[in-house]
């Protein structure tokens, strides 16, 4: 979270003087284009007032927004989705005949609804989540709200009269002011151009000074462009009834006396607004994170525009957001701290107060020529690239779809953008496997060591059980596609393990399906099992209560599900020995020396030979044979009993790599190279030990040199068919 507090060094104070200033000049000409685009809908007399409203909202969002947000960089401004919102929205009920008044308090209505729809984002920290939105709906939104104000500004731009269809006016050049069309022809060249050749000044500055000195130019050939009551030609005078503050109070009454029919009305439309003055909002914030190499908090500035579009629409302003110009402006000219956004409010008053009567002169072909170059920035060119591979095409009908539906109606578009989010999400979820990883028994294997011939019949039937991790959302969109990844496999399987650790939900759908599953399994006498289950996932949704909800975890005749995965494989293991007929050992009483698996089919005066270098101990359970570091030399034969090895890590924590059982070995390591030993031996349960001292089998070797070697050979080969398993067992934790 970024904290601002305000700037006391001289140096700080200019800099944001200068941001704001500089944020005002490129903030306050596209404010007051948005308003007269949005008023222009109830009808061209209303420009004026559109031009008033546009100031306000600059005024009000600019002092306000920073005040509350705390976030530094941000200018907060009426934004372009704004005003194809609210500009569609006079238009359609001027068409409904709606007084020119009452449109006005809809349009305030439907900001203001949209502001406490922003502030509850911020209080229930919703910040995060909007940014969710794929980019494809952003962008065809966008790219249809650019389109949405090119259209509406053609006409202006040709100066055609009211209530001639565009389509007519394009083919009827008699219809045409020339005057308009040279003035935003200019206004269009001087923006495209400025960036070339002056750097400090915003090129919507230099555009708007372009668009005014060519219509006074022209008015020098044309005395009648110089009058300003009743000229189409320019904003017109911006009135109010009365006072501005009577105007405000005026207003606020209205909006008091608002019916639950008049919000039923604008909702949806509040919603579109609120929703994509976020997202400008927080788009925003990205680009000031990365240049102020800072951290902006986003539910904070949700709660400070929704407060700053909420004081905007009680006084009659434009809603807006934290938009990207104003902003970039502002921090390259040094503002940095929330006061250089009110600094920016602050000089639109000034510049209201000192020359708000100029602002009647403003012509109207000018600030079309303004929304033009905006409409062509907003527009997406690169969208054009997707339709090239086959592999973004469906991203590219996603953008034309809702690009498309913005034409008709901006408020269908936003529903359309949402269906394909969602539709995009499934997509998404099917393209990639929920699979990480399935490897029958073949490839890897319970930490209980097993003795050679149990490892031999698992290597023959391993393929009969198979451990398959999953990872992401089990539900219609995957799991189908994982029942076909599987459904080879479940035709010979008799047990199948799903570690489900990183899953993070699962639907009715997916339940079914891993019923019809375990169904098939039981067929031939096998199981379906589970481990690893996410009873506490970040999203407190507990899988395997909801099994339990749906029956398929049950006391009887249900889903196994075992705490560990290597719990679940070991029990596999057990299964597939049982069905080869291997019986275990008796662990009644401890195995002979003779009955090692490492000295098995040697005769009775060898084994009597390594008798004599063998001593015997018992070790009671939770006892240590050995500890990490040790310097001892001596091997250990497990006659009866259970031993752990543990590898010890930081922080006083152990992983545990291997168990040995009865007829197993450990301890072979310091055996071979007389070093330190590298883990723990704990035992788990009572066990006896036989102990093959090195310094004895030392002096063996030099009388018996022909047992001795057999011995080494032996355990060279046992040590080989650990590493084989050790290689299968890497390469699987490889390819998860």
Known sequence: MMTNTPQTTSGGFTNDAWGGLAAMLVALPSSIAFGVLVYSGIGPEHAGEGALAGILGAATLGIIAPLVSRNGGFISAPCAPAAAVLSALALQFAESNYSPSRIAVLLSLTALLAALLQLLYGMVRAGRLIKFIPYQVVSGYLSGVAVVIAIGQLPKLLGLPKNVPLARGLISPELWSWTAI????????????????????????????????????????????????????????????????????????????????????????????????????LKTGVVVDALLRSRHDSNRELL???????????????????????????????????????????????????????????????????????????????????????STRLDFGVIVAVLIVAQFDLIAASATGICLAIFLFIRDQIRGSVIISKFDLRATRSKRRRLVAESDLLQRDGDQAMVVQLHGNLFFGTTDALFSELEKDLRTLRYLLFDLRRVQSMDFTA???????????????????????????????????????????????????????????????????????????????????????????????????????????????????????????DMFLVRRGRVHALLPLTGDKRHHLTTFEAGDFFGELAFLDHQGRSADAEVETPTDLYVLSRKRFDKLMRTNPALCGEFFERLALALSKRLRMADTELRVLEQR
């Open 182 to 281: 040279a003035v935003g022809a200019v206004t269009i060249f001087a923006i495209t151009l400025a960036p070339r050749i002056v750097q400090k000044v915003p090129a919507a500055i230099i555009g708007l000074l372009a668009g005014i000195a060519a219509y006074f130019a022209l008015a020098a050939f044309n005395p009648d462009l110089l009058k300003l009551t009743g000229n189409p030609l320019v904003i017109g005078p911006i009135e109010t009834s009365g006072s501005l503050v009577e105007s405000v109070n005026l207003r606020l009454a209205a909006l008091v006396a608002v019916r639950p029919a008049d919000i039923g009305l604008v909702l949806v439309s509040s919603l579109t607004l609120s929703l994509l003055l976020s997202i400008d909002t």
């Open 511 to 633: 339940a079914h399906l891993l019923e019809q599953m375990k169904e098939r399994l039981q067929e031939r006498g096998g199981e379906l099992l589970f481990s690893g289950m996410p009873s506490s996932l970040p999203t407190h949704y507990d899988i395997e209560n909801y099994l339990v909800e749906l029956g398929l975890v049950r006391a009887h005749g249900g889903i196994r599900i075992f705490d560990t995965r290597d719990g679940a494989i070991q029990w596999m293991e057990e299964r597939i020995l049982e069905a080869a007929g291997w019986e275990p050992h008796d662990q009644t009483a401890p195995l002979a020396l003779q009955q090692i698996e490492l000295l098995a089919g040697l005769g009775t005066k060898e084994i009597a030979e390594l008798a004599g270098a063998v001593t015997e101990i018992s070790v009671k359970s939770g006892g240590r044979v050995f500890s990490s570091g040790d310097q001892t030399d």
């Open 304 to 390: 400070g525009q929704g407060v700053a579009n909420a004081a905007s629409a009680l006084v009659g302003g434009m809603p807006g957001a934290g938009t990207m110009g104003p902003t970039l402006v502002n921090i390259t000219s040094g503002g940095r701290s929330s006061w250089s956004g009110v600094m920016e409010g602050a000089f639109v008053v000034a510049a209201f107060v000192l020359v708000g009567g100029l602002i009647a002169w403003v012509p109207i072909g000018a600030l079309a020529g303004l929304l033009l170059a905006v409409a062509w920035r907003m527009f997406d060119k690169g969208i054009f690239r997707l339709a090239l591979q086959p």
